[in-house]
Every structure is written in structure tokens, then in C-alpha cells.
């Protein structure tokens, strides 16, 4: 490899334990500034009968992470990630409002 990975992933034994409506529930988090190389790490949990069960992990360099289109945020009380979604949302609104481009009214 002469490049650098830009992500790297795998799954636990969990996820070949079960069959995939097995799992109630699909969680993922992901946690920041863990490492000098700047990636991050994402986890993914699946939940059976209240019991968590780890399913597979990814490293991702945080300069290939793009949220171009995305409709829904969801985040857990961390007011990190709070704070970063209304700073985006804001300037996502003030970018709209003040482009150049003519409104049609119907």
C-alpha cells in the first residue's frame, strides 16, 4: 500500500450469531480526538432482550467525512455534537438567505 487507508472496518462474532431481525434496536456512536492520527471511531451495537451486543467498529479519517445531504441528526445528550449541528444548521440558513438566487413564488 502506497497510500494512506482512509478507513478501515470490521464486524465481532455477534453479528454472525444472530439473524438480523434478531436485533430490536441498531445503535452506533462514535467517539472524537482519541488519537494523533485523526480518525475517528464508530461503533455499532445491536440490541437484543435489553442486552447490547457489540456488532462492528470503523475507523474513519476525518477528512473524508461528508454531510452534503443530510435530512435527520440524531445525536445523545452530548452538547458537543448539539452545538455542532445548530452552528451548521445556522449557517446552512444564512447561506440560503442570502444567495443570489431569485425566489419564485407561486
Known amino acids: 500500500i502506497t497510500e494512506p487507508i482512509k478507513s478501515f472496518a470490521f464486524i465481532t462474532p455477534f453479528l454472525l450469531l444472530f439473524s438480523h431481525d434478531a436485533f430490536e434496536i441498531i445503535v452506533t ?3 472524537y ?3 494523533t492520527l485523526k480518525y475517528e471511531l464508530y461503533g455499532i ?3 437484543i432482550d435489553k442486552t447490547a ?3 462492528s467498529y470503523c475507523l ?6 461528508g454531510v452534503n445531504n443530510v435530512k435527520v441528526f440524531l445525536t445523545d445528550k452530548d452538547m458537543v455534537q448539539i452545538s455542532a449541528a445548530v452552528l451548521h444548521i445556522k449557517r446552512a440558513i444564512e447561506q440560503h438567505l442570502s444567495s443570489k438566487k ?3 413564488q407561486l
Open 29 to 31: 456512536d462514535a467517539t
Open 33 to 35: 480526538n482519541t488519537n
Open 45 to 47: 451495537m445491536g440490541v
Open 53 to 55: 451486543f457489540s456488532l
Open 60 to 65: 474513519v479519517a476525518t477528512d473524508i467525512i
Open 102 to 104: 431569485q425566489v419564485i
